[in-house]
């Protein structure tokens, strides 16, 4: 196992040495925000540009605006409430510090040469927030190590290496002496085990891990049997079966394809091991339907119902998802589910989860990025992206994982053939006329795109859309002064229960600008609950056309 890295930093003593591993970059931009909640498990630099977020960073609350940069470490705890007009923007860099364990070479055997390293702490005396005047250099190099990294280039891993080196050598300054106490790593054992959860399938032996420890074999294997219960090589294995298990639920792969991919060259042993941890063989566990679903998303939950499968534990809003009434008796788990999801509704979710004990976990991948670990302890969890696939695409996926591909197809096509004739009943209801769907939420005005109520008004019905947001955008926040640019000849309008929302739509109402809008002055200005409009799944989208012709039939519209 050998790692590409670079000294970095170093004090006259080798053993204190630190490298640092450039993971991945990411620009956020009003389609792209941090999870709400996460355990960072790496060094995180967050470079803001653009926009307004409260973030807190351990148990300080700090409000990231453009010139705020942040250095955070593995294990700190993160918050981020964005701000639903201004989104925050920036750039994202994620990186490790490695430090190298000496002398591994000594229980490795002859044959094979090992280069091991341990997850160290870049600690400067910045703390979380870096000073101001960094802000220009760091911003000009992070771009150039994001674009090296989305470019392919002959040179990229040197330059990516000396951008990431350059952009350090900024960050970091020397600890103060007060703080060289605080900057110890967590236990030698901790290490041991967060080596086997992400090099899993890498060649891991006793004495590969007591060398990690810095312990012999035999003290080593009795501390960890202490604090697990188990051996070091059952943990192992416990840890390749139970990923496993993962990939056997994903259509397409091999056995053998995935015995390699968990540490195991020959497909028959793993074969064995895997009857002998989960009691069937990976081939039978294939087949084998999953009763307790668990689905982690709110539009997963919309993909099962459309399959007739009642999930196992679900996100649940009883005042929101009332298009989903019929089903919130036969959920046996009620997950929690808010604008905001705060670290109390994660926790108490999982808490829930535990308690469900599902044997399948399905989630997108903000909740992958919060919680993937944790959930990948309770059962095997399955990441279906939301970003970048269409509701199609998901509901394919979805069906392929519980293998009902067959069922979801028969499904599409009567979609499809409702969509037909619900586009000849539109036209001579609405012929041409242009509609916008707007939004009033936390007492912000917005216009949704193809997305949500979107995707089946304006890609699946045709309807004409009055304003078309740019690729990937969800809605745009919108002032007052361009609504008669933007709401077209019909408005869907949902506006939401908070005070604000309320209060914001009492004074639209009586200002002459809502007056003269031109589907106020003709009368087609249509009220909506926010449910099934914004629900991306089929459940939902089928509710949708019903919902459309019941609205442009004239049933539904308000007086201005």
Avoid at 198 to 215: K, T
Wanted: net charge negative.
């Amino acid at each position: 196992m050998t790692l590409q890295v670079f000294p970095l930093i170093s004090n006259g003593d080798h053993t204190r040495d630190l490298y640092a591993r450039f993971k991945t970059s990411e620009v956020l931009d009003q389609a792209s925000f941090l999870a709400p909640f996460v355990l960072a498990d790496s060094h995180l630099l967050l470079i803001c540009t653009g926009g307004e977020a409260d973030i807190r960073i351990g148990h300080r609350l700090n409000h990231a605006t453009l010139g705020k940069m942040y250095l955070i470490l593995p294990g700190t705890a993160i918050e981020y409430t964005p701000d639903e007009v201004h989104p925050l923007q920036g750039i994202a860099i994620y990186f490790d510090m490695l430090k190298p364990i000496s002398d591994i070479n000594k229980t490795t055997s002859r044959s094979t040469v090992m280069e091991v390293y341990q997850k160290g702490l870049l600690r400067s005396s910045y703390a979380d927030e870096l000073p101001h005047e960094l802000f220009q250099e760091c911003t000009r190099i992070a771009s150039q190590l994001h674009e090296c990294v989305s470019v392919p280039q002959e040179n990229r891993p040197f330059r990516i290496q000396t951008l990431m080196h350059e952009l350090l050598s900024h960050v970091y300054a020397p600890p103060k002496e007060s703080a060289i106490g605080d900057s110890e790593h967590t236990s030698a054992l901790d290490q041991t085990l967060e080596l086997i959860e992400l090099g899993y399938a890498e060649h891991l032996s006793r004495e590969v891990l007591a060398g990690v420890a810095g312990m012999s074999v035999w003290h080593y294997s009795r501390v960890f049997k202490n604090r697990t219960g188990i051996s070091p090589m059952e943990y192992v294995n416990s840890i390749r079966m139970d990923r496993a298990k993962e990939m056997l639920l994903v259509p397409g792969q091999t056995i053998k394809h995935i015995a390699s991919q968990v540490g195991f060259q020959d497909e028959f042993y793993f074969s064995r091991k895997f009857k002998k941890y989960v009691g069937v063989s990976p081939s039978t566990y294939q087949r084998q339907k999953h009763s307790k679903i668990a689905a982690l998303s709110f539009g997963t939950t919309g993909h099962l119902l459309a399959l007739q499968i009642i999930p196992h534990a679900a996100l649940i809003d009883n005042r929101r998802d009332q298009h989903r009434n019929l089903f919130f008796s036969n959920i046996p788990y009620h997950l929690g589910r808010s604008k905001h999801m705060n670290p109390h509704i994660w926790q108490t979710n999982v808490e829930l989860l535990m308690q469900a004990s599902p044997d399948l976990i399905l989630c997108n991948e903000y909740e992958a990025h919060t919680l993937k670990r944790t959930l990948q302890r309770i059962a095997p969890t399955i990441v279906i992206p939301w970003k970048g696939l269409s509701w199609r695409e998901h509901f394919v996926q979805v069906a392929s994982i519980v293998g009902q591909q067959q069922e979801a197809q028969q499904w599409l096509e009567q979609y499809d053939d409702k969509v037909t004739h619900a586009k000849e009943q539109l036209s001579h209801l609405i012929g041409k006329d242009t509609v916008s769907i707007i939004h009033i939420m936390m007492g912000h005005l917005l216009i949704y795109g193809r997305r949500n109520g979107g995707a089946v008004l304006y890609n699946d019905l045709g309807v004409s859309s009055s304003y078309d947001l740019l690729p990937g955008q969800v809605y745009r926040a919108l002032d007052e002064q361009e609504l008669p640019l933007m709401v077209g000849d019909r408005m869907l309008l949902i506006v939401d229960q908070d005070s604000e929302s309320q209060q914001r739509w009492h004074k639209l109402q009586h200002t002459q600008l809502w007056k003269n809008l031109m589907p106020v002055q003709n009368q087609h200005v249509y009220l909506l609950d926010e449910m099934p409009w914004l629900d991306y799944s089929p459940y939902a989208h089928d509710q949708i056309i019903d919902e459309t012709l019941k609205l442009f039939g004239g049933t539904q519209h308000i007086n201005p």
